[in-house]
DNA sequence: TCCCCTACTGACGCTGACGTCAGTGTATGC
DNA sequence: GCATACACTGACGTCAGCGTCAGTAGGGGA
């Protein structure tokens, strides 16, 4: 193979429009997500997305597939960003209590589910019924999820640190909660400053419940 | 005005099909639902539901006004189902306990969702981002949802029987919980058999949550 | 100065789904 | 037997959104 000629003198090479190809990706990726927030997936064309990147309708399709392809990276973006926030809770290390490392967890997923606002509204407003292979590859995801919740629930009541019931039922529902709870926080539009105060309370949700036993008179377990 | 010169002789005529018109309202209407829970509100087509309904395209339009006056009518008569099983907690009548009223609720839920099946899936798959019209629709009939359990559990705190915590939070977390188990409990496809088990997890899980206390000796609270 | 390379453009043809409406077949009234 | 009514049919014109590709612009090397 014959060495190349002309010697590349930038690494990136300004388009005429100023913009290298990864920034150009970067920006319609942008606009895409900036679209699907405001009309949905099922509702956003190739047409809105270019229309807000300021690009020609061809231009997109230099850089994705189709509309599927640039949603399928926006949601791989935001779930690895989710699942890096998820700490596995060790037990072996004195100086972290595992009601700690169950708070740090829950205030990390809250954390970027609102500092990702527009992707996290998007999720949980359009994420299904997209396609059959992307529900499954989001399906995944959320297996892995469950599976991480139910065995750690396993171990735990193994340690009697849970409660009995069954785990995967029990990974259910807390998640179901969380979600639940995301949705209407990212909806409603609260900001990021109310993490914290959103960290507690689903932390004494999971740990109390709220329904008092009416037989043994109540314990105040908040500070 | 004139008196009708022609006697009605049957109240519900019948076509050459053999239907009344309010038979093949209904068999169109259950056509669309088994379409829907197949291939998700998105994809499926008035030609995918003729077809089920074995009749032509015109006749969808003789009964409806198009894809979406189908789906919002299946909502609704789902809708008002679970709005009829969830009961007002009573405490004045000293023989139904507050806690037995609300497992009653939680097994009516469940019931329901399990024995409408397609619909529960339905719902939880493409109910949202269909139209702005039906999305604020289904708003409303959740936030009426919210809105009476918040005013349940705030009540509840006053009386003692529901620990601290913003209702609220209280109620999206609990109605977050139930949703995703019905979501989970559909897709998988258990039967209405596992109600029952079902009602008792998500009654446990509300009442303790799971996390058990580490300083004080667990309790045991299961019969 | 010329020309090549490459990112970019947007009009174009295609497709699939939509809603319509003139026409068909059957039961009932006269 | 004829006419009228009525549920039903399905081919048809329309259109939104898609993906393409021949053409354009402009930066940079020779």
Redesign the interface.
């Known amino acids: 193979m014959a060495a190349k000629r002309t010697s590349k003198k930038s690494p990136s090479k300004r388009s005429r429009k100023g913009l290298s190809k990864e920034e150009r990706r970067a920006q319609i990726l942008a606009s895409a997500r900036t679209v699907f927030a405001k009309l ?4 956003a064309t190739i047409d809105d997305i270019v229309a807000e990147a300021g690009v020609a309708r061809g231009t997109f399709y230099l850089y994705f597939e189709d509309k599927r392809a640039v949603f399928s990276e926006l949601i791989d973006r935001y779930n690895s960003r989710i699942n890096m926030a998820i700490l596995r809770i060790v037990t072996d290390d004195p100086s972290r209590t ?2 700690n490392q ?1 708070i740090e967890n829950i205030r990390g997923i809250l954390t970027i589910a609102l500092k990702e606002r527009a992707m996290t509204k998007i999720l ?3 994420a ?3 396609d059959p292979d992307f529900d499954r590859k989001l399906r995944v995801f959320y297996d892995e999820l469950v599976q991480v919740l139910t065995n750690s ?1 396993a171990d ?1 009541q193994a340690r ?7 785990p995967r ?2 990974a ?10 995301l ?2 926080v990212v909806t409603l539009g609260l900001t990021e400053e109310s993490a914290e105060v ?1 960290t507690e ?2 932390h ?11 037989k ?1 008179k ?2 105040k ?2 500070r």
């Open positions: 949905g997936y099922h509702h595992v009601e169950v949980f407003t359009d299904l019924g997209v629930l735990g009697g640190i849970v409660r009995d019931g069954e039922v029990l259910y529902l807390s998640i179901g909660a969380i979600k639940e709870l949705y209407q959103l309370q689903v004494a949700f999971l740990r109390d419940g709220y329904l008092l036993e009416p043994k109540p314990v377990r908040r």
